[in-house]
């Protein structure tokens, strides 16, 4: 795979990994067990304009391609999949809809100090009554006077603990169903404005996921992101990219459970020799090895296809469904070869296998996806 990498893509994925093993791998541990979301790194990458990713200069970004997001979303989630998680919500499902459909107001006043990591975004979609079917969402929100007053009660809000700046998905017309969603920008501080409990994760759990609830939120008429009725559009818009940064977070832990497994399995003697030589175990690592590489083709290809401006909802969609299932394949298998240590915390596989778990079930679970590429191939042999 690295054969077929371009040298810029090479620097970006050296650097971002440098990066990685020296401020983010000796805390990964502690930044688990405690659930703690670690502003000092966070810092860090701001400065390196890992919140910016793909946003343009001029607005404060790093101006880079998918491919080089996707590089760095796999890279953070291989040492920290927490951060990872942080890191593609923020650029793909809040601050890419702020770029695409934003008015220059809008994008002047949000998007920098996003782009630099100064504020954190937050994508406010899903409901307590209200996951996959995103037609059916209970939010409102109604004119009062060059203000929208909100009410919604969002749940499993991703960097909800933490945002500042919460695209809220909500109804402006309930009347007319998918075609009166909106998206209404939400800031914190406005009163109303209520940030729940954080949700004890069994993984990702350096991610600081809480609801948030408005409740009677005035927010201003300008908040409004495009116009009204174009919600759907821009939430699947958004989830198309953010299925390209869900995938290669998957794929960056799939990748750090198969070095661990490999690692381990050199180290490891049984019989008189590493159990690597044992044709049992080489079967797992052989699985693992093709797996993770052909995660990363399909991520990679929906990536360049974006690049290209080419069509790429059902390879997305295909590279988080497969590269969320390898990840808890092979995490499985990395704890499998682990034997009784890979179900100890004193190993890092133990995290991995909870990390990966989540990975097909946020930005649309598996059956979503399969559901999504099989009515896109059907429509091309109609």
């Not at 109604?142 to 919604?152: F, M, Q």
């Not at 869900?246 to 497994?261: K, P, R, T, W, Y």
């Not at 093709?290 to 969609?317: H, I, M, W």
Request: net charge neutral; aromatic share 8%; with cysteine.
């Amino acid at each position: 795979m690295d054969s077929l990498l371009e040298e810029k893509y090479r620097i970006v994925r050296d650097s971002v990994r440098n990066f990685c093993e020296r401020e983010i791998r000796p805390h990964a541990k502690d930044i688990d067990s405690e659930a703690r979301f670690p502003w000092e790194i966070v810092e860090k990458m701001g400065k390196l304009g890992y919140f910016g990713i793909q946003v343009p200069e001029e607005l404060g970004g790093a101006g880079m391609d998918s491919v080089s997001y996707a590089i760095t979303i796999e890279e953070i989630s291989r040492v920290c999949a927490g951060l990872g998680l942080c890191v593609t919500v923020h650029n793909s499902v809040a601050v890419y809809p702020l770029v695409l459909f934003g008015t220059e107001e809008q994008k002047k006043r949000w998007v920098p100090s996003l782009a630099r990591g100064e504020k954190i975004g937050a994508f406010c979609l899903t409901e307590p009554n209200i996951g996959s079917d995103v037609a059916g969402i209970e939010s409102t929100a109604i004119r009062d006077n060059g203000y929208y007053v909100v009410n919604a009660n969002k749940t499993f809000v991703t960097n909800g603990g933490v945002a500042d700046t919460c695209l809220i998905f909500t109804k402006t017309d309930p009347s007319a169903g998918p075609r009166g969603i909106s998206v209404i920008v939400a800031e914190r501080g406005t009163p109303g404005f209520e940030v729940g409990d954080l949700e004890d994760l069994s993984g990702m759990r350096a991610n600081p996921v809480s609801s948030i609830r408005l409740s009677d939120c005035r927010i201003p008429e300008k908040n409004l992101l495009a116009k009204e009725g174009m919600g759907m559009k821009i939430g699947l818009i958004a989830l198309d990219i953010g299925r390209i940064g869900v995938g290669a977070q998957a794929l960056g832990i799939a990748q750090a459970a198969f070095e661990e497994g490999v690692r381990y399995a050199n180290q490891r003697r049984q019989f008189g020799v590493p159990i690597a030589r044992h044709e049992a175990v080489q079967i797992m690592i052989a699985d693992m090895a093709t797996q993770v590489d052909a995660a990363r083709l399909l991520v990679y290809r929906a990536a360049t296809l974006k690049d290209k401006g080419l069509p790429f909802s059902k390879e997305a969609a295909m590279a988080k469904l497969y590269a969320s299932e390898t990840s808890s394949k092979v995490a499985d298998i990395a704890v499998q070869i682990h034997g009784g240590y890979g179900y100890s915390k004193s190993y890092p596989v133990e995290r991995y296998y909870r990390d990966a778990r989540v990975t097909r079930i946020y930005e649309g679970t598996a059956e979503i996806h399969r559901m999504v590429i099989a009515r896109s191939v059907s429509s091309e042999y109609k």
